[in-house]
Nanobody, 131 residues
Framework: EIQLAESGGGSVQAGGSLRLSCRTS????????VGWFRQAPGKEREGVAC??????????YYTEAVKGRFTLSRDNAANMVYLQMDSLKPEDTATYYC??????????????????????WGEGTLVAVSS
């Protein structure tokens, strides 16, 4: 079974940086689809960044609001996925979740930014950005 565990959240002033980590286990193969989502108080959960495992070159996708500021990466040998967040804004304040689809599910392309294809979720890590 796939398991995910996030860490690295915290409080930071606007313009600062944080790096979130997601420890993974149980992936069918190293390049399995994995994504970061966030949910702010009173708002719906939204996709932030993801790797799609169906593309030949393991394409990365970002939601428009974080392009140029957030960087997704992974270390397959260590079973880790990272989200480097720079130039943070107060509107980035949210609980951030690492997520992956079920072992029998293919999540194609940019669909990895949508939570309806995801099955497994970590417990989340809180990011608070003050102005």
């Amino acid at each position: 079974e796939i398991q995910l565990a996030e860490s690295g959240g915290g409080s930071v002033q606007a313009g600062g940086s944080l790096r979130l980590s997601c420890r993974t286990s149980g992936f069918p193969y190293d390049e399995w689809t994995v994504g970061w989502f966030r949910q702010a108080p009173g708002k719906e959960r939204e996709g932030v960044a993801c790797f799609s495992s169906t593309d030949d070159n393991e394409t990365l996708y970002y939601t428009e609001a974080v392009k140029g500021r957030f960087t997704l990466s992974r270390d397959n040998a260590a079973n880790m996925v990272y989200l480097q967040m720079d130039s943070l804004k107060p509107e980035d304040t949210a609980t951030y979740y690492c997520s992956a689809p079920a072992e029998y599910t293919i999540v194609a392309g940019q669909s990895c930014l949508f939570d309806n294809g995801m099955e497994y979720w970590g417990e989340g890590t809180l990011v608070a950005v003050s102005s």
